[in-house]
């Protein structure tokens, strides 16, 4: 069964500080990876991943996929209360357009 | 302007009842979504509609039936509807399946259906 694993769950950290979060994935032809933000409404993107070893940027944000051992992460450095969210990874397929999301990272980040 | 809208934002009903969820997107998009995310904050695939014809459709129980009149609207309709109904339900657009740069997808604001 195709499944997108994110870790940890939730993460409690304080301004500052450098996180990162996990997301692992086991799926049938693979196409890209995403990552999105969501905080109280809908998910807004942060990126899309489609090569190995090819850094994405953001800001304080950015994202790295390996293709070899089915994985990504996120960091974020110097986090702000604003970074509070959850974190959703999400695997699309070559074979369908939808997206198989992870359960999430629900990041906190204290004063 | 919006990219993805719905309504209604918040739907309270009684068991049993039929409602509709609208979705409209202004991007041009080719493809649109309905996700299904739970008490949990689980997003789930329900249907997908490329150019009004329906190309997904999950595990899904027929009381829900999306309905594209046109290929920047796609509507969930929902019959006879339980409490396990109760999710906050997402609309999401792309460009186009097949081109990896555009596969991007927006989601629109969600709306929260409470069934009582």
């Known amino acids: 069964e195709d499944k997108v694993v994110q870790s940890p769950l939730s993460l409690v950290v304080h301004e500052g500080d450098t996180v990162t979060l996990n997301c692992s994935y086991e799926v049938t032809n693979f196409r890209s990876l995403l990552w999105y933000k969501q905080e109280k409404k809908a998910p807004t993107f942060l990126f899309m991943l489609?090569?190995?070893?090819i850094e994405k940027k953001s800001g304080r944000l950015s994202s790295i996929l390996d293709k070899k051992e089915l994985f990504s992460i996120l960091n974020i450095t110097a986090t702000q209360t604003g970074d509070s969210a959850v974190y959703l990874c999400a695997v699309k397929m070559a074979s369908q357009g939808n997206l198989i999301f992870g359960k999430g990272t629900k990041l906190s980040v204290k004063p | 302007d919006t990219a993805v809208s719905q309504t209604p934002k918040y739907l309270v009903t009684q068991m049993g009842n039929d409602k509709s969820i609208k979705c409209e997107q202004n991007l041009g998009h080719d493809t649109m979504y309905w996700y299904k995310q739970d008490s949990k904050k689980f997003l789930k695939i329900m249907f997908s509609?490329?150019?009004?014809?329906?190309?997904i459709n999950e595990t899904v129980p027929n009381r829900f039936s999306p309905k594209s009149p046109d290929k920047a609207h796609l509507n969930l309709h929902i019959n006879s509807l339980e409490l396990g109904d109760s999710a906050v339900y997402f609309c999401a657009s792309s460009q186009d399946v097949t081109s990896v740069l555009q596969e991007t997808q927006y989601f629109g604001p969600g709306t929260r259906l409470l069934v009582l």
């Open positions: 489609t090569s190995s070893g």
């Open positions: 509609y490329n150019n009004k014809e329906l190309i």
